[in-house]
């Protein structure tokens, strides 16, 4: 299973049970064909956003927020998944214009909108390319030059 289609399992999963912590979650996934170890389980969980919540009668459960963008990522968690999502980073005026493997964009688009930066209006991600608009008509560059920075990548492509 991709880690694109564990993910959005681990969603289904959250949505339809009760999941009090990472090890009944591996458990769920197991019983549904999904190995996976709790490391894992883990960073999915922060990619997606996932939360505890106190639910009416019952212990504390994760749950995915219903609005993701609201939810504030650390700057730490940013600078993680660019750096082992992103493959290119390419920017002209005010777009930005990301690549990642396969499957892998939707991961880096949320994370972008969840990190709150500074000029950044929001992303579209598809299957592997993320479009970045930035608030200033010019903007691009010093988005796409932050974001190449945190990525870890060494080239800088821009175009005028």
Do not use: C, F
Request: charged letters at 20%; aromatic letters at 2%; a positive charge.
């Amino acid at each position: 299973m991709t880690k694109t289609a564990r993910q959005r399992r681990i969603v289904e999963l959250l949505q339809t049970n009760r999941v009090t912590s990472q090890a009944v979650l591996v458990e769920l996934l197991s019983s549904n064909g999904a190995s996976a170890t709790q490391a894992t389980v883990s960073r999915d969980l922060e990619e997606l956003g996932a939360v505890k919540v106190r639910v009416p009668g019952g212990e504390p459960v994760y749950a995915i927020p219903e609005s993701p963008h609201a939810q504030v990522a650390p700057p730490d968690q940013l600078r993680r998944v660019l750096g082992e999502w992103v493959a290119d980073v390419t920017w002209s005026a005010n777009l930005v214009v990301m690549r990642t493997p396969p499957g892998s964009a939707h991961v880096v688009g949320s994370a972008i909108d969840r990190a709150n930066l500074d000029g950044v209006l929001g992303s579209v991600a598809g299957d592997d390319t993320i479009l970045v608009v930035t608030a200033s008509p010019t903007g691009g560059s010093k988005v796409g030059k932050k974001l190449s920075e945190l990525a870890g990548l060494t080239q800088t492509k821009g175009h005028k």
